[in-house]
Structure formats: structure tokens, C-alpha cells
């Protein structure tokens, strides 16, 4: 399931271990809790969704307020849940005009 990898410099492991609903159509709001692979800290870690300004890894733009899977270690965005791609195509495209 999952995910959109979006990273300017590191590398970007996008693969939650487990969520919440254990379906492929869970959706995420803000405050909820997962665990996935965050590449900062180069383990599982737990994750809190929350909403984030996203940079596009292309490093042009960012994408406001996107929500993601967050660290609870380090505070990185670790994750980027299928639901909010659309919302990245969207704004991908508001871009380039
Ligand atoms: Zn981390």
C-alpha cells in the first residue's frame, strides 16, 4: 500500500510496517499513530500523522499541507499516505502551469 516518495536528499523509504485499520483502504487523519521505516533514523520507528508542507524532491516547490506520516524520534517526514497523493498531482501540475 502506500506510498510517495518524496525526499530532496535522503534516501526514502516509503513502506509503512502497519497501520491502524490493516486494509488497504485506511484513511489517515491527523493524530493518528502508525510505525514505518524512517530513513533519518534507519529503523521502525512510530509515526503520528500530521499535516506538513511537503517539498517536491525535484526541490522546486513545496506542497502545503499534506498529510504525513511524521517520526516521533527525529520529527522527519518518514511517510506520505496514498490519500494525499492526489492532492500532490494536483498541486505537481498547479506548478508547471
Ligand atoms: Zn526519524
Given at each position: 500500500m502506500l506510498l510517495y516518495a518524496i525526499f530532496v536528499e535522503k534516501p526514502f523509504y516509503a513502506?509503512?510496517?502497519?497501520?491502524?485499520g490493516g486494509t488497504d483502504m485506511t484513511e489517515y487523519r491527523e493524530g493518528d499513530r502508525s510505525r514505518a521505516i524512517c530513513s533519518v533514523c534507519g529503523?521502525?520507528?512510530s509515526t503520528t500523522f500530521a499535516l506538513r508542507d511537503v517539498p517536491f524532491d525535484a526541490g522546486i516547490g513545496v506542497v502545503p499541507n499534506v498529510l504525513a506520516a511524521v517520526c516521533d524520534n527525529c520529527g522527519g517526514v518518514v511517510a506520505i499516505p496514498a490519500q494525499s497523493t492526489n492532492a500532490i498531482a494536483r498541486a505537481h501540475e498547479a506548478l508547471r502551469g
Open positions: 513502506t509503512f510496517v502497519e497501520n491502524s529503523h521502525i520507528v
